[in-house]
């Protein structure tokens, strides 16, 4: 575990801060790159990938400070320390969905065409960013005693909750996971055919991958809710959730050429930073 991996006099430069910025950064610069193409405008990318960040910081922590409020007894300004951690990732996911449709809907953009863009992108940033839940020592896993099972050293939450115990690294799972799924996604040219699939398999394949790695994390009592005589943890009920959600997205997507299926842009124009029928439809369109 290495939660600060400079110090440098007053500059401190966070793990976890550093691996947020990374995902940012990488994903943005490969959404653009295949975002061009299609005539979407780097200017309007840009204002629309702030909107993403701003929301998804916002959502992953209130989530988190609602799910955790003695975390910031006395100390409600630490709430607005997100390099320490303390984000949950389904409160930032909520939030920039929202965020981004009332986005795309004042560009006049196709949701379904910008989903599709931004999937791979979203499964590559969640990869970088468990790296550094890694070094942070949050989300860590609970007891096991398989080969790679690891021990945070002193001064980490995990060893004052587990003390020397060895314990799943449940983020190096979803980073590997994530990594693996931004790959496939990447390449997935036979969902290009039906706007809107790449997206709803990446809520299929991320919120199930979600799902059993939470069978590895620690949580406390308080973390399970039962429902119908199952008992699972807040975020796998979310999880079937999001898996649901991407079954219906799945299903539900049109034909390309269709006359059911959306065009970026269609009427928009350059004015909203995207050429009339090009995203969505031109054979370019990333997968």
């Not at 990488?26 to 840009?46: I, K, Q």
């Not at 997100?82 to 996911?93: A, C, E």
């Not at 314990?167 to 390449?187: E, T």
């Not at 008992?231 to 997205?249: N, Y």
Request: charged share 15%; proline share 4%; net charge positive.
């Amino acid at each position: 575990m290495k939660p600060i991996l400079l110090e440098w006099g007053p500059l401190r430069i966070h793990a976890y801060g550093l691996a947020l910025a990374l995902a940012f950064l990488v994903g943005s610069v490969w959404v653009t790159r295949r975002a061009r193409p299609l005539g979407y405008r780097e200017d309007e990318l840009m204002r629309f990938f702030w909107w993403i960040l701003a929301s998804a910081l916002i959502g992953a922590r209130l989530y988190y400070a609602i799910q955790h409020p003695g975390d910031f007894d006395g100390e409600w300004i630490d709430v607005f320390r997100v390099w320490r951690g303390g984000l949950t990732q389904y409160g930032g996911v909520i939030a920039a969905i929202a965020a981004s449709a009332i986005f795309i809907r004042s560009r006049g953009w196709s949701f379904r065409a910008v989903s599709d863009l931004l999937a791979p992108a979203l499964a590559l940033g969640e990869g970088i960013t468990r790296l550094g839940c890694f070094f942070n020592g949050c989300c860590f896993g609970s007891a096991c005693d398989l080969p790679w099972a690891v021990t945070y050293p002193e001064g980490s939450h995990a060893r004052w909750v587990l003390g020397d115990t060895a314990i799943h690294p449940s983020q190096l799972y979803l980073s590997v996971a994530n990594f693996a799924l931004f790959g496939i996604l990447a390449r997935s040219g036979r969902l290009r055919a039906r706007p809107g699939r790449i997206f709803a398999f990446y809520l299929i394949a991320s919120s199930t991958v979600r799902y059993l790695v939470d069978a590895t994390r620690y949580y406390t009592d308080g973390d399970f809710l039962s429902m119908g005589g199952l008992r699972l943890v807040h975020s796998q009920w979310v999880s079937l959730l999001f898996i649901g959600a991407g079954i219906l997205l799945w299903f539900r997507a049109p034909q390309s050429g269709s006359a059911g299926a959306e065009s970026a842009g269609t009427g928009a124009g350059e004015a909203s930073g995207v050429g009339a029928g090009e995203a969505g439809t031109s054979d370019e369109q990333p997968g």
